[in-house]
């Protein structure tokens, strides 16, 4: 069984923090295999820079979620433009 866990929206400073301090013993108290986290507004409870989301990767969350925030940190642009390729807006 794949044991999965899936966390909304990390928002600031605040929730950074937390997902970064508590996911290690997350993941080893209940054995999971994959997570997944909102990351939208990371930066400041809008958008999400590319420290931050270097920061969540190293922590231990295997996939970062967005939406119509993702791009209102705009330092992210450039790194996430680079790695992934986004689509232009619209």
């Known amino acids: 069984m794949v044991r999965v866990l899936f966390l909304g929206?990390?928002?600031?400073?605040?929730g950074r923090t937390a997902v970064i301090a508590r996911l290690p013993e997350l993941k080893s108290k209940h054995a999971l295999d994959f997570v997944?986290?909102?990351?939208?507004n990371a930066a400041g409870g809008r958008g999400i820079t590319?420290?931050?989301t270097i920061d969540l990767l190293r922590a231990g969350v295997s996939v970062i979620t967005t939406g119509d925030h993702v791009r209102?940190?705009?330092s992210c642009n450039r790194f996430w433009k680079?790695?992934?390729e986004l689509p232009k807006q619209q």
């Open 72 to 74: 209102a940190a705009h």
């Open 82 to 84: 680079i790695r992934f």
């Open 50 to 52: 590319g420290k931050i």
């Open 9 to 14: 929206d990390i928002v600031g400073e605040p």
């Open 36 to 40: 997944i986290v909102n990351g939208e």
